[in-house]
């Protein structure tokens, strides 16, 4: 299989997905000039959690089950049943997220008490008002990731890619020319505009194969869907547990933690999406097609190569992160209200999380190497077992070390997987391949 495409895709996407990942900095940057680690932040951010939880769960049901038995359908020449699938996933995520909007509408108390017990008066007050606007988003964002995998599924990668950059820049834009007018608010309007922008990309090359018509769709396909699904939904509502569970412990902490673990996770998050998720977005497919075909040893050298480049990117990377984590929380936001204070509390959580950086960029290559192969019960069990982990951790971190445990608990938990999810490559590849010492060799 040559892998020029592969290169020239990851270029594309990667070219875009930097845009887009500064563009999300510019929000952070923007967000701290205004407000710092101000208890609005906090509030922002569970609302923020909360919505992105929702799209995050659509995006990793639909991506593996969905691309895999998408890509079989269209490589069998039966149309009709790939874009039935299509259409079916489609009046399933507009019922599911309009009747999730409605009782989010209706009882915004509720669920603000389940995700941040901790607040309370005008910090719940906000909360509230807050998800009552800016819930409808999930709607556009959980469409957004039906239609970015199959547009993806047809080797159609930058249009998708480029609906982040309006998504982004239109929330930062609000934020920057409404923040007078209507404080917070303007960033959560920024939010459901650019989730409108971004579907509406992505729909410009689908419109045409949209129908809210009940189509054929194999029985066979319907199946396969079904036994790839659920074991999806099982680790993807741990995964949401977990980031409820992170939510409800960092809401007893001091004002300004939540924006603190927030503003770390940032700095540390787009050198892994730029490259880590650029890659595993383009590599998705040939791994699909590869196992499919039962190509061995191509699947076996792809694989080798990913894991290889990312191992010699991410470590030195960490280490620095870790070393200079004070200074580089200085240089990123200290300006406006983001004085000293709000360094101390953010520099120490970056810290943590730095030791994981190679850990979270290798979990995104082993993950989706799984799902490639049709198994998502193995990432899945092990998503189960370190949710459970980061858990215990958390509760007995944040009881030292105080919030900053919170970020120690995911980088060890995330450690946990990756070694497991390596551990269990055997069934699938020549893992001789993988040690350590022949990797930048292959390279």
Same mark, same amino acid.
């Given at each position: 299989m040559p892998h020029n495409p592969i290169l020239r895709a990851s270029i594309a996407i990667g070219v875009v997905t930097i845009g887009a990942k500064l563009l999300g900095y510019g929000e952070k940057l923007v967000l701290a000039y205004f407000f710092g680690t101000d208890y609005r932040i906090d509030v922002y951010n569970? =609302?923020?959690? =909360?919505?992105? !939880?929702?799209?995050?769960?659509?995006?990793?049901?639909?991506?593996?089950?969905?691309? @895999? =038995?998408?890509?079989n359908a269209i490589g069998e020449k039966d149309e009709r049943s790939a874009w039935g699938l299509f259409n079916r996933y489609s009046r399933g995520i507009i019922l599911i997220t309009m009747l999730l909007s409605l009782l989010v509408y209706f009882y915004p108390g509720a669920v603000i008490s389940l995700v941040a017990p901790g607040f309370a008066n005008g910090k719940r007050q906000l909360?509230?008002? +807050?998800?009552?606007?800016?819930?409808?988003?999930?709607?556009?964002?959980? +469409?957004?990731? +039906?239609? @970015?995998?199959? +547009? @993806? !599924?047809?080797?159609?990668?930058?249009?998708?890619a480029s609906a982040d950059l309006a998504f982004k820049g239109l929330t930062l834009l609000c934020l920057v020319f409404l923040y007078k007018y209507l404080g917070i608010y303007a960033a959560v309007v920024g939010v459901i505009i650019g989730a409108v922008s971004k579907l509406s990309i992505q729909f410009s090359l689908l419109h045409r194969k949209l129908s809210f018509r009940a189509g054929f769709v194999d029985p066979v396909y319907s199946k396969n869907i079904w036994r790839l699904s659920w074991p999806l939904l099982l680790g993807v509502s741990f995964s949401q547990i977990n980031t409820l569970a992170e939510n409800v412990f960092a809401s007893y902490m001091q004002e300004g933690a939540i924006s603190a673990l927030s503003y770390s996770k940032k700095v540390i998050d787009l050198p892994i999406l730029i490259i880590s998720y650029t890659l595993s977005v383009v590599v998705f497919p040939y791994f699909v097609e590869l196992s499919v075909a039962k190509e061995k040893e191509k699947l076996t050298r792809l694989l080798a190569r990913a894991l290889g480049y990312i191992t010699l990117i991410y470590l030195p990377l960490s280490l620095l992160s870790f070393l200079f984590s004070r200074e580089i929380v200085e240089l990123i936001f200290k300006r406006g209200a983001f004085d000293n204070a709000a360094v101390k509390l953010t520099a120490t959580p970056l810290a943590y999380y730095s030791i994981g950086m190679v850990f979270f960029s290798l979990e995104t290559i082993l993950v989706i190497f799984y799902f490639a192969n049709s198994n998502t019960r193995t990432p899945i069990f092990w998503g189960v077992v370190t949710v459970i982990e980061n858990i215990l951790l958390c509760y007995i971190f944040t009881s030292t070390i105080g919030y900053a445990g919170i970020a120690l608990a995911l980088t060890l938990s995330k450690g946990t997987k990756v070694i497991a999810l390596l551990s269990q490559l055997k069934r699938y590849i020549n893992v001789s391949c993988l040690y350590p010492g022949r990797i930048p060799l292959r390279i």
């Open positions: 569970v =609302v923020i959690t =909360v919505i992105t !939880g929702v799209f995050i769960f659509s995006r990793e049901i639909i991506e593996p089950a969905f691309l @895999n =038995v998408f890509i909360a509230v008002r +807050l998800i009552q606007i800016a819930f409808p988003a999930c709607i556009f964002l959980s +469409l957004s990731a +039906l239609t @970015n995998i199959t +547009l @993806n !599924g047809m080797k159609k990668f930058v249009l998708p």
